[in-house]
């Protein structure tokens, strides 16, 4: 069929990204719009392709993702980890390449709390002596 796809769901920070590979030429869809124009920065776009340079699999897939949440470097990475999630699902001997290149770890860093009694997370209030 032509409609059949692997997806692979990614995340970083509270950004989601919904992946689906296809097979295809390597065109990149990201919310509808190609993804160079969606992620303007060179190094964003790098990241995104690096799990398909990493594995030899630039012209082989198109990708559809949905990506909702989090500031653009965050939607990026979770897009990065989608599409090694649908590689991985794709072709399970991949996964120590994608694995030794991290791209399988899901990133468990976010914005740590406020506290209350505080300023900021970590900063205090300036102390006064007298």
């Given at each position: 069929?032509?409609?059949?796809?692997?997806?692979g769901?990614?995340?970083?920070?509270?950004?989601?990204?919904?992946?689906?590979l296809?097979?295809?030429?390597?065109?990149?869809?990201?919310?509808?719009?190609?993804?160079?124009d969606?992620?303007?920065?060179k190094?964003?776009?790098?990241?995104?392709?690096?799990p398909l340079?990493?594995?030899k699999?630039v012209?082989r897939?198109?990708?559809?993702?949905?990506?909702?949440?989090?500031?653009?470097?965050?939607?990026?990475?979770?897009?990065?980890?989608?599409?090694?999630?649908?590689?991985?699902?794709?072709e399970?001997?991949l996964?120590?390449?994608?694995?030794?290149a991290?791209?399988l770890?899901r990133?468990a860093r976010?914005?740590?709390?406020?506290?209350?009694?505080?300023?900021a997370?970590?900063?205090r209030?300036?102390y006064?002596?007298?």
């Amino acid at each position: 069929m032509a409609n059949e796809f692997n997806y692979g769901t990614g995340r970083r920070k509270t950004a989601t990204a919904r992946t689906r590979l296809y097979a295809g030429s390597g065109q990149i869809v990201v919310n509808g719009r190609p993804f160079e124009d969606y992620f303007p920065r060179k190094s964003l776009q790098m990241i995104i392709r690096q799990p398909l340079v990493l594995t030899k699999n630039v012209e082989r897939f198109d990708i559809k993702v949905n990506v909702c949440g989090g500031g653009v470097t965050g939607q990026a990475e979770a897009v990065r980890h989608g599409i090694s999630r649908a590689l991985l699902e794709l072709e399970p001997e991949l996964r120590g390449a994608l694995k030794r290149a991290g791209f399988l770890t899901r990133d468990a860093r976010k914005k740590e709390r406020k506290k209350y009694g505080q300023r900021a997370a970590r900063a205090r209030y300036q102390y006064s002596k007298r």
